[in-house]
Each structure stands twice: as C-alpha cells, then as structure tokens.
C-alpha cells in the first residue's frame, strides 16, 4: 500500500507542478474548477489501480498525468526515457488509452480482448522516440450490444466484468451498456402500481434471457428470480457503473419506454396499453402507451428507484418497437416526444440511444423528439450496400457500428475490409452526422484483432492502410516480429477479415454445430449459408502459425490464436466434407458412406480435444459460474437451466422450434462432445440403418435430445487439458492428410 501511495502522490505532484509551470509560462492562471497547482483536471488513481492490474510488474514504470480537456475532446500522449514512461491524458481512461498505444506501437506487446503477449516485455521498458499524440476523431466510443451479458455470461463476477472495462479503456472506449441489474427498478418500481413481488418475480426472466426482455420481446422465460439475486445483481451493476464512471467513461443504463406486465391497464385506471404480439414464438410484453396519464408516473418512479441504486449518468438506451412491436392506435411520434419528456424530466439533458436495427429508428418516432439529445449507435453500418445514414436519420447524431458476432459464436473474422473505408468515407462527408464509433457484437471476448482494428477508427486522423494494419498487429500480437506471423496474419486478412458487405456482417458459423442434415447450410437460423472466404487462407494461415519461433509460442495471445485458427480451420473443413456424405447416401454407397462418416467424426473428436485445452473455449466456467450465484440447489438448477438453454434450445420447445435453437452455437468443450457429436452420431446411424435396410431414415426428435442436456447438470472442466500447440499441430497434420486424400 505505501508504494502505491507514493505513485499516486508523485502523479497528483506532477499534474500539479505542470499546471504551475503552464500558468507561469503563459501567463494565464489555471480557471476556477479546472487543473491548479492545488486541483489537478481529475484523480489519475483509477488510471494507476487499473494498470496495475494490468501490468502489476511493469506498472511502476509509467508515471501519468491529468490534463484538462480542450475543446477538440479528449486526446493523450506519450513520451519518456527508458523504464519512465510519461502518459498525459483527458481522463483517467484516455490515460489508460495512452498506455496501450505505448505498449503496441513502442513496446510491441499487445493486450487483447482476449490474449496477451506482456510476458515479452523488456525488465525495462523502453524509450519513446519523440512524443507520441492522439486525438479522438469521434466523440462516443460506445461498446456493447443489448445482448452482450446474455451471450457473453450473465454470471460472471465483478472482477471479470472490471478486467473487460479496463481492456476497453485501454482501446480508447469511453461509452459502455451497463444492463446488469436492470430487472431492479422495474421490480421496485411496479410494486407501487398494482403488482405483488411474487407475480414480478415470474414475469422477469433468467438474467441469461433478460436482454431479451429488456427490448420486450419476451418475459418470464428462466425464472422465477429470486429477491435475493435481484438484489445481488443490481449491487454488481451498481458496481459496474461505478468503476466505469471512476475512469471517466459513461455507463449507459437502460430507459423507461413503457414495457409493463400482463394486466396493467386493469390495476391502473387511465393507462392504455397495446398488445405486442408474439417475438419468434414469445409472447411478448404489453407496451405502456407512452402518450397516457399513467405512463409519466410510472416512468418517474422508475428513474427515481434507478438513480438511488445506479447512480446518475447522461445515457440511456431504449428501443421502442423493436423486432416487429407495433403501435397499435399510438401515434409513434408523440410517443417518442412522451418517453424523451419523461426521460429529460428525470435526467435534464440526458442523451437517448437508440439502435440502428432493420427499420428502426424510423422517421415517424426521430420526427417526435430532439434529435440533437439522441444517438443511434448504427448495427448495420458494413452491412449493406447505398446507405445514407443522414437523409435517412434526418440528421441525428449516429455511431458507425457493426454487429461482427451474432449469438456469441466462435467464428473467426469480420467485415474489416469495409470498416477502414467506410469509417473515414462517412466521417468526412460534408453533411456528415457521424459523432461514434460502436463496437456491437452480440457477444466478445473472441476476435481480439477485430476488437483491436475497429476501435482504433477513433484515434487515428488519417484512413487506416489495411495491409500494414495486420502487418503491425502480427508484429506485436506475440510479442516479437516473426515472419511466420506476418504470414499467417496476411492470409487471414485476406481470408475471413477481408469480408465485404452486401448480405452480412458476420463469418458462416459452423456445421459441426448444427442440427444434423445433409443439406445443412449453418447452425444459426440467420447465419450466412456459405463460406464468405476461401478456407484454403484459414489453412495457409495455421500452417504459418505452427512454424512462428518457439521463443513467442507461450506468449497467451499466441496460444489463444492457434487454437481458434486450428478450430476455424478444421471447422471450415466440415463444409466440404458434408457435401461428399450427401453424395455418396444419395448414391447409396454404404461403404463410401461410412468411410465419409468416420473421417467427419474423427474430425469432430479432434475438435473437442483441441478446444478443451484453452480456458476460452470451456462451457465448464460458464455453468459453475451460474450455479454460484444460486443461494439453495434449486435455485441453482434454475439457473443452470438459464445458462445452458441459451447456449443450446434457447427456450422450450414453441420458440426454440420456431428458429431460436443454436442460435448461440459455439465450438466449447462440453457443447462439441456431448451436445453436437451425439447429435450428428445418431443421424448418421439412422442413415447408415436407412441404407443397409432399403427404408426411409427414422425421424429424431432433436429437440428433445437438446433439452435433455440443457436440463441436466452433468459437471465439466474448468481448467483446460492438453497441449494446444500440439493439438493445432495435429489438426494441420489431419488436413494436410484429407487435402492429400481428396486430391491425390
């Protein structure tokens, strides 16, 4: 404790006696409430606590200074000798920000989101050539999708969700969603409007499935909740929006938009509430006409219950009449204005968020509001081709997204090819509204170099040359430059990081995980039905990760990537095979069927090897983190059941069967060998017994197989097991013998 004490000291010194230096230089005296020889800009200690987290060895070595932001918006830079580094910074997360620019474009480590290669750095950090400055281009830097806690892990614990806030200052986001928690000021608030505690309890869903809830399309499912973990939940929110607004970043809490449960209209004399319909086989929650008596006090009491447990912040996301809400006899517009009133009643100023998804916002809900006091973070912005986001937004201020991952699945690449020329094209327009950037895949902590590219839009003042982008990143990725590398990282910039828009903004996922056909196209409903890249780069790619120099390969972001490389890449391999089964079951060539049939499980036996010896690649840590938060055994079945229907059946059997099932697909340890192959092993037997007897395939209730395991509570590992370089290694072995094979 004394030692961190002196840092902060000598930090809060220096921010001092260079305010006093300036003064004297300048001759203008620092302004009342801005940094002073006796008031620094703000308290850099956040900053400090967080790199020691980050680099608690090295840490000692950086000395960081507040400065008082201009008008130009927030900026940092970097300069010292050798083992003393100085980072200035606008806030305590810019200053983190600096950080990561030092250890990337100086040190030539990287810190990704996941894998790491610090275990390179020198003993003593080394000298800044000249100083180094950056500015934000953009003033929101906004980071994650409404579904992120469901797909990334709704039971995770505090220090998790600190180590991704913490990664995320370190890439320059100041704007975080914090939906952890937001069960509680409904739960709160609706008991002073009709409702007993036990009924709201079963109307909030499992916290898995509550995003879901949130954009009301659906309620209930997964729960009852517990008041106990209600509670537990709002105080790690609160915690959340704590440490964000300690680094000077914004959490973003959600609004009140009027989504109430069954029967309000009849408790609440005056309220009007207009039926939702039904969301993939759900039933959706009534809307609360905004417009009516009633909707301003509720709204009121929601905000009130909100900021005595979260706090105060300036944004709120809401999304009215998301996925097909309707509006029955609501006039959009005055609704609009109804919830943005109720919403500057509580919160004067506060700026609305709102996603940019299919239809929505449309023109008839933006003509209602302020739209200087509105943000659309874009989802589709490298999705399509001819958009116009000023015409059609009017103006609004809006953030270039892209949703680069649907349903948490392990595919590897994005649209990068898009991002670096369209960013800049629609930053500079004339006319331009873009104020953001907004990193939105459905779930992260896969892709780091994706994660790593599209947040650096926003600090970089000129367009970003893709090629050298990925030559850098394989140059610090591993913590040392390494031509094997360079290569590897060529080929997948030319492979599944070249995609181009058009249809998607997500690679195909995979076969493997699909429910078992011969014609099958991919796992997820909406998931691309085809390869968006040649396979033969994934190959060419591991093939030139398996010869980098033994000196980088226990680097943790070399051993993550061989690893998703391998999988990719054996994944990728599924979809030439399959073809090859139908072909030869169609032909009614037994032998060359079952000769098929093996080489496909053999391959989905490696693959369950393989990713069970990377922690990231566990569905063990993602079941015992859920039956931790369970208070008695059967509430942590319950919540079990939230973690591993997501993962698998999504729901019971209405909507799962109405397209909801795999969604979340994954290449986990534990999905693969118990959920996936059986499935694909019990087809291929009804087929094989289809063949040898002359008769159709016996029809499998697939639905059933996957609710069985979702309901079960067999344990599984949570540490990885076996050698990840050698397993990649045995997968290019096993590719390069079946490429030899087809194509002798």
Known sequence: MGSRLIRRCRDTFLVAVVAAVTAAVTGVPARPGTASAAEPAFDPAPARAALERLLPARAAQFTLVAVEETGSGDSFSVSGGAGAIQVRGTSPATLLTGVGWYLERVAGVDIGWPGDSVGRLPETLPAVPGT???????????????????????????????RDIDLMALHGVNEVFVPTGAEYPYYR????????????????????????????????????????????????????????????????????????P???????????????????????????????????????????????????????????????????????????EAVQEALDT????????????????????????????????????????????????????????????????????????????????????SDSALSGIAYLPEGTGGNPAAFDLFTELAWEPDPVDHRAWFAAYAARRYGGADPHAAAAWEQLRLGPYSGTSGTW?????????????????????????????????????????????????????????????????????????????????????????????????????????????????????????ARSWGADAAESDRLEYDARSILTTWADRGPSESGLHDYANREWAGLVQDVYAPRWAAYFTSLDTALVRGTAPVAIDWFAREDAWARGHQAYPTAPVGDPVALAGEVGAALALTSTAAHP
């Open 505 to 625: 903004s997500e690679p195909q996922d995979s076969l493997f995980a699909a429910r078992p056909s011969l014609t099958a196209t991919r796992a997820a409903r909406w998931s691309p039905t085809a390869m968006r890249y040649e396979a033969v780069a994934v190959e060419r790619a591991l093939s030139e990760l398996l010869q980098v120099a033994p000196e980088l390969r226990s680097s943790d972001a070399y051993r993550f990537d061989v690893v998703d490389v391998a999988r990719q890449a054996l994944t990728n391999r599924g979809r030439a095979l399959l073809p090859r089964i139908k072909t030869a079951y169609d032909a009614m060539d037994l032998e060359g069927f079952r000769a098929l049939v093996r080489e496909w499980t053999a391959e989905e036996e490696l693959l369950g090897r393989l990713v069970a010896s990377d922690r990231r690649f566990l569905v063990g840590p993602w079941l015992a983190d």
């Open 262 to 336: 069954p029967g309000f209209a009849d408790r609440n004399p005056g309220a009007v509430t207009v039926p939702q319909g039904k969301w993939v086989g759900f039933a959706r929650p009534d809307w609360l006409d905004p417009t009516g008596p009633v909707f301003g006090e509720l709204a009121a009491s929601y905000y009130r219950v909100q900021r005595h447990r979260f706090g105060d912040t300036a944004l709120f996301k809401m999304d009215l009449l998301h996925e097909g809400g309707t509006p029955g006899p609501v006039d959009v517009a005055r609704a609009a």
């Open 189 to 260: 608030a609706l008991q002073g409007f009709g409702y007993d505690a036990e009924e709201l309890r079963a109307w909030i869903p499992g916290p898995a499935h509550q995003a879901w809830w949130l954009l009301q399309n659906m309620s209930g499912f997964g729960g009852p909740v517990s008041e106990r973990l209600i509670e537990a939940r709002a105080a790690l929110g609160a915690r959340i929006a704590g440490h964000l607004r300690s680094l000077g970043m914004t959490p973003v809490l959600p609004g009140f938009f009027g989504t109430v």
């Open 346 to 429: 509580a919160h004067p100023g506060a700026t609305w968020v709102m996603l940019g998804w299919q239809n929505n916002p449309s023109a008839a809900l933006l003509s209602g509001v302020d739209r200087s006091r509105v943000l659309i973070v874009d989802g589709l912005s490298d999705r399509y081709e001819g958009l116009d986001r000023e015409t059609q937004w009017g103006g609004t201020p809006y953030a270039f997204g892209s949703i680069a991952n649907f349903g948490g699945h392990t595919s590897l690449g994005a649209n990068t090819g898009v991002w670096v020329d369209r960013f800049r094209t629609w930053l500079t327009r």
């Open 132 to 162: 180094i400055t950056r500015s934000a281009t953009v003033t929101h830097r906004y980071a994650l999708n409404d579904t992120d806690e469901g797909y990334s892990g709704a039971y995770r614990d505090f220090a998790s969700y600190r």
